[in-house]
């Protein structure tokens, strides 16, 4: 199986930050990589698919970037409403694992 | 507007057998794959399992094949996952999803997954 890490795992920020996430892959999933942002209580929801497609609807101060191995999400300027769990997902092949995740916080 | 609608979770024992469901509506059920994704209390996200929109390739995390099967039926626009032999680590919050695209047919290989439900929570113990 392809393993997926994340960094930092935990992470704070304040608002108006520029906040960049990286994501490892094990072995190389061209550009099929996936973020996603996860708020208490609440299902996931996709922000960047295929490593820098921005999903419909999402502000335009998330984006994403890389490709074999190596991937990032920056966040340009940190929102209240952007603090959040954030997990990234290979979708190169199946099982489509996830990263362990990391936690934005609120300096 | 897509929805989808988890149903079927609650408290069983170890070894014990739970079917969950999952509704769609909203969209061309048949011509997208759909996935289970679970996460244990406090924990991150597994996925679980995968189908293809014609429901004839199915997809399996080890950890639950052999145990798990995953079905649609695409003339009640419904997703479900049958759970055999559930274990303690079985316990989580089960969410349906929606793959946006697939790369072949057979969907091993696409982009994210764009529409969630809300979970359903399966608790097993004694």
């Known amino acids: 199986d392809i393993q997926m890490t994340q960094s930092p795992s935990s992470l704070s920020a304040s608002v108006g930050d520029r906040v960049t996430i990286t994501c490892r892959a094990s072995q190389s999933i061209s550009s099929y990589l996936n973020w996603y942002q996860q708020k208490p209580g609440k299902a996931p929801k996709l922000l960047i698919y295929a490593a820098s497609s921005l999903q419909s609807g999402v502000p335009s101060r998330f984006s994403g970037s890389g490709s074999g191995t190596d991937f990032t999400l920056t966040i340009s300027s940190l929102q209240p409403e952007d603090f959040a769990t954030y997990f990234c997902?290979?979708?190169?092949?199946?099982?489509?694992?996830f990263g362990q995740g990391t936690e934005l916080e609120i300096k | 507007e897509v929805q989808l609608l988890e149903s079927g979770g609650g408290l069983v024992q170890p070894g014990g057998s739970l079917r969950l469901s999952c509704a769609a509506s909203g969209f061309t059920f048949t011509s997208f794959a759909m996935s289970w994704v679970r996460q244990a209390p406090g924990k991150g996200l597994e996925w679980v399992s995968g189908i293809s929109g014609s429901g004839g390739s199915t997809y399996y995390a080890d950890s639950v094949k052999g145990r798990f099967t995953i079905s649609r039926d695409n003339s009640k626009t419904t997703l479900y996952l049958q759970m055999n032999s559930l274990r303690a680590d079985d316990t989580a919050v089960y969410y349906c999803?929606?793959?946006?695209?697939?790369?072949?047919?057979?969907?091993?290989?696409?982009?994210?997954?764009?529409?969630w439900g809300q979970g359903t929570l399966v608790t097993v113990s004694s």
């Open positions: 999803a929606k793959t946006l695209r697939c790369s072949s047919s057979s969907c091993y290989r696409g982009d994210g997954f764009d529409y």
């Open positions: 997902q290979q979708s190169y092949t199946t099982p489509h694992t």
